[in-house]
């Protein structure tokens, strides 16, 4: 088939990848003709022109996209002639927090508390009913931490409306969490579901930095909690492809902090570490053919993000069970240039092969 991405980042260049075996080809609608899945497949360059997006569908049999950003008139446009997965609504619900906060609430899965925010006064309200510390975020846009401003004195509150340039926002009570983990499932067009194990993420300023999966001492019972909250949330809105939740474990279980209607940075690991990776999964879903299995190659995997400089390159490819990713991106503050994976039977060689490679861990 030709699957069409709308955005042409690293995701569009991993499914990509594991499209070209699947003897798919590929089409992206860019910014640009120097980013990292150029030139993996025909790439149209969008410029607000309707021309260059009506030959981008013609061009594909199906559509999908890699950011919950992507513009929902744009896929309501292309919808009209091209099939789009996963549909408008799993976007147009996750790429807002306040609808996919109304969503968990009408599903019963556990969240912070919140309230929704429109002025200074809105705020004063929200942060007597919520408390401090709160987090207050802008209700979209938000990605790697940004558009977020940490509460922790009522004094504050005036920099923290200040902060979101009088945006649509949202007022989150700061959960203690002991760990962050994530969920990454599957759905296919025939409603068949299949599941990765939960995996344990460590970020630093915002920013993903380490998976390792499985996440280490979780009871079979609270990964069957977080495929509950994932079926639900899966089945509800008529899913089809990857779907990603963020979960923080705290002392009071799993709360569900977002949702992503794609494949996901925790889940690179599975591109070795799994028997099919998110990727292929994706592609298999929007493509309507059948599942691949989720189970793991190996008993331990790690992901470890090259952040800003890409750092001892060689170094990484000399270590054991250790798989390089790089995106071909130029070098830039913050910016995600690659990912290194490993897999391992034995937990003592993972941690080894991860202090290994610790310049890029901070
Ligand atoms: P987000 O953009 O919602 O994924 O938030 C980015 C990061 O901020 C998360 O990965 C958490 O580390 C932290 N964070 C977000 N929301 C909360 C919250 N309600 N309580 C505590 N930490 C949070």
Request: negative net charge.
């Given at each position: 088939m030709k699957i069409g ?14 499209a070209?075996?699947?003897g798919h080809q590929m089409r ?13 497949g025909k ?13 981008f569908a013609d061009s594909s049999d199906i559509v ?18 091209t ?204 493509t ?75």
């Amino acid at each position: 088939m030709k699957i069409g991405v709308l955005g042409s980042g690293q995701l569009g260049r991993m499914l990509a990848l594991s499209a070209y075996p699947l003897g798919h080809q590929m089409r992206f609608l860019a910014l640009s003709e120097d980013e990292p899945s150029s030139l993996l497949g025909k790439t149209f360059i969008h410029n607000n022109n309707p021309e260059i997006l009506k030959n981008f569908a013609d061009s594909s049999d199906i559509v999908t996209y890699e950011s919950e950003n992507t513009d929902v008139t744009i896929v309501n446009k292309i919808n009209q002639n091209t099939k789009v997965y996963p549909s408008d609504k799993s976007l147009y619900i996750s790429q807002h927090r306040g609808r996919e906060k109304a969503l968990l609430d009408k599903l019963k899965i556990p969240c912070a508390p919140y309230q929704m925010v429109n002025s200074l006064d809105d705020l004063k309200r929200a942060i007597k009913s919520i408390g401090i510390p709160s987090i207050l975020k802008t209700a979209t846009d938000g990605y790697d931490g940004k558009g977020q401003f940490l509460i922790k004195s009522e004094i504050q509150l005036y920099e923290a409306w200040e902060n979101m340039s009088g945006v649509e926002s949202i007022l989150e009570g700061f959960i203690n969490f002991k760990r962050e983990l994530s969920l990454i499932a599957v759905r296919g067009i025939d409603g068949s579901l299949a599941y990765y194990p939960l995996v344990e993420n460590s970020h630093h300023e915002g920013i993903l930095r380490l998976t390792i999966a499985p996440a280490q001492n979780i009871s079979e019972s609270l990964q069957k909690r977080a495929e509950g909250y994932m079926s639900s949330l899966l089945n509800e809105i008529k899913h089809v492809g990857v779907l990603t939740i963020e979960l923080f474990e705290s002392d009071s279980g799993l709360l569900v902090n977002e949702i992503a209607p794609r494949v996901h940075n925790s889940g690179h690991w599975t591109i070795e570490g799994a028997q099919t990776s998110q990727f292929e999964n994706h592609i298999r879903a929007i493509t309507e053919s059948p599942l691949g299995q989720t189970t793991s190659t190996k008993k331990f995997s790690a992901m470890i993000n090259i952040i800003g400089v890409h750092g001892p390159i060689q170094k990484a490819l000399k270590t054991k069970s250790a798989h390089l990713h790089l995106y071909d991106k130029e070098e830039r503050t913050g910016r995600k240039l690659g990912h290194i994976t490993i897999t391992s039977n034995s937990i003592d060689d993972l941690n080894q092969s991860i202090d290994n490679l610790k310049e890029y861990l901070p």
